[in-house]
């Protein structure tokens, strides 16, 4: 079955980076687009951004761009998701997600990331 699973979340100061993970299995990962949304408290779940099959494109939430970056490495079907200068307002739960053909959307369970000083 398809299964998702975020990591690298956690408490972290203003300014500082993270690098997020999402391990993927039961799907060809390398076939996939890999998405990252974000769900602040309080907040709407929003897309972050987007990495195409082999990462030789990826799209970004105007207000992240600059800050955060995105990365797979099919050979471990892996995405990351990298987020340097952190924000307060950068605090959410963030989840991959992934449409499979035939098979339907899938979610993450998330990993939170708390930015406070």
């Known amino acids: 079955q398809v299964q998702l699973v975020e990591s690298g979340g956690g408490l972290v100061q203003p300014g500082d980076s993270l690098r997020l993970s999402c391990a993927a299995s039961?799907?060809?990962?390398?076939?996939?687009?890999m998405h990252w949304y974000r769900q602040g408290p309080g907040k709407k779940r929003e897309l972050v951004g987007v990495?195409?099959?082999?990462?030789?494109?990826?799209i970004y939430l105007d207000p992240v761009k600059g800050r955060f970056t995105i990365s797979r490495d099919n050979a471990k079907n892996t995405a990351y998701l990298r987020i340097n200068s952190l924000k307060p307002e950068d605090t959410a739960m963030y989840y991959c997600?992934?449409?499979?053909?035939?098979?339907?959307?899938?979610w993450g369970q998330g990993t939170q990331v708390t930015v406070s000083s």
């Open positions: 039961g799907f060809t990962f390398r076939d996939y687009a």
């Open positions: 990495i195409t099959t082999t990462g030789s494109s990826t």
């Open positions: 997600y992934v449409n499979v053909y035939f098979k339907g959307v899938y």
